[in-house]
């Protein structure tokens, strides 16, 4: 492998956009900072990373991504503290995250080295686009696609690894409530529902907008072989809270491992809060809400964080949640906050200085 360090060809944009961008009204992934990595795959290797100004890219129609979906993502944030040091949340797990799903969809893995000096240098450049306070972040989307020409069905052997950030705040931008799917699963056992897979998301928006014409936000995925199971929801995995009790399904072929569930069970496990990792059926949540012991549910992701769920639907029943103030939801959301922002301890050596 090429030592990387001091090769990372950097070049600047002429000029900015951020003057033009409203960043009191955000909305989610839609405004880009100026810069942007790119790295392709060929002969054999990853070439030399390129920092450049954001901007369209120039594909053959006949590019495998197009056609087999040979993709993969990842969604991680960076944060600004108080003295404007930049920080990321465990960014080793995105790392080892997405190299895990390209192996999956037969795409070479991405060099360490790289992924870290790449990043590091784009933060840098952009630093401006990351504002201070709790709740701004700059979302930060590394994403891999088969750029080969020609559509035989088989691993391509060009690729592009890229970086692409955007400024974000929330999110969801009102109250969220989800239906409990009938019919519909991100996955099955041997499938990729583990990786971090374009596909996987591109196939929920249909299941999703039959949950928006009911008045959802969100689809709850069940389990493929039986649809008794609760998996994930379309951007996030779940919990519940029965009880005082914390129960989130286990990570499987079909579930992905999420850093912020499993940042949230730490973190439950430091404070005692009894947590219980195991199937979770729609019958004992629909049964758990009939006798109020139902007392909230969430989801948690990168883009989302901790997202509280007001209310779900299951086939015509419709069940809304006690509004706690005491909600594990937003006691897990500023424990967490307070490690990404740099203002608590962070025990776990969660933090990652850029
Ligand atoms: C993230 O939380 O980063 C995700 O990948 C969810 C995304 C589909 C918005």
Same mark, same amino acid.
């Given at each position: ?36 990595? +790119? ?6 290797? $990853? ?9 369209? !890219? ?19 944030? &960076? ?7 930049? $920080? ?7 790392? +080892? ?7 999956? /969809? &037969? ?11 790449? !990043?590091?240098?784009?933060?840098? /450049?952009?630093?401006? $686009? ?13 994403? %891999? ?9 088989? &691993? ?34 041997? =499938?990729?529902?583990? &990786?971090?897979?374009? =596909?996987? *998301?591109? @196939? ?5 907008? !039959?949950?928006?014409? +009911? ?27 029965? =009880? ?11 579930? /992905?491992?999420?850093?912020? #569930?499993?940042?949230?069970?730490? !973190? ?11 199937? %979770? ?6 049964? @758990? ?51 990404? *922002? ?7 050596? $969660? #933090? *990652?200085?850029?």
């Amino acid at each position: 492998m090429k030592n990387l360090t001091s090769m990372i060809d950097i070049q600047r944009s002429p000029n900015s956009k951020i003057n033009d961008t409203n960043f009191d009204n955000l909305v989610f992934g839609q405004v880009f900072t100026d810069h942007m990595m +790119e790295c392709d795959f060929k002969d054999g290797e $990853w070439q030399t990373p390129v920092i450049k100004p954001y901007g369209p !890219l120039s594909l053959e129609p006949s590019a495998r991504v197009f056609h087999y979906g040979q993709a993969v993502f990842e969604g991680m944030k &960076a944060y600004k503290d108080k003295d404007e040091k930049i $920080w990321l949340f465990r960014p080793d797990q995105n790392f +080892e995250r997405i190299n895990k799903s390209s192996k999956r /969809l &037969a795409i070479p893995e991405f060099p360490k080295e790289y992924f870290f000096n790449a !990043l590091e240098e784009l933060l840098k /450049l952009d630093k401006d $686009w990351i504002k201070k306070g709790f709740g701004n972040s700059l979302y930060i989307r590394p994403f %891999v696609i088969a750029t080969e020409a020609g559509v035989s069905a088989s &691993a391509a052997k060009e690729y592009k690894f890229m970086i692409i950030c955007s400024p974000a705040q929330s999110y969801y931008s009102g109250e969220v409530r989800v239906k409990f799917s009938e019919k519909f699963s991100r996955a099955a056992d041997g =499938g990729v529902g583990f &990786a971090k897979a374009a =596909g996987n *998301y591109g @196939a929920q928006f249909y299941p999703t907008n !039959l949950a928006k014409e +009911e008045g959802f936000q969100q689809i709850i995925w069940t389990d493929a072989n039986t649809h008794d199971y609760l998996e994930e929801a379309g951007t996030m995995n779940i919990f519940f809270r029965i =009880g005082d009790k914390l129960i989130t399904a286990p990570t499987n072929d079909r579930i /992905l491992d999420g850093v912020t #569930r499993k940042s949230v069970l730490t !973190l439950a496990e430091e404070f005692n809060i009894e947590t219980e990792v195991r199937r %979770v059926s729609v019958k004992e949540v629909v049964e @758990a809400a009939e006798k109020g012991e139902l007392k909230e549910m969430f989801g948690s992701g990168t883009a989302t964080v901790i997202n509280p769920i007001v209310g779900f639907g299951y086939k015509d029943q419709k069940f809304e949640l006690p509004k706690l103030e005491d909600s594990y939801a937003k006691f897990f959301k500023d424990k967490l906050m307070k490690i990404q *922002y740099n203002e608590a301890e962070d025990k776990f050596g $969660w #933090r *990652y200085e850029v």
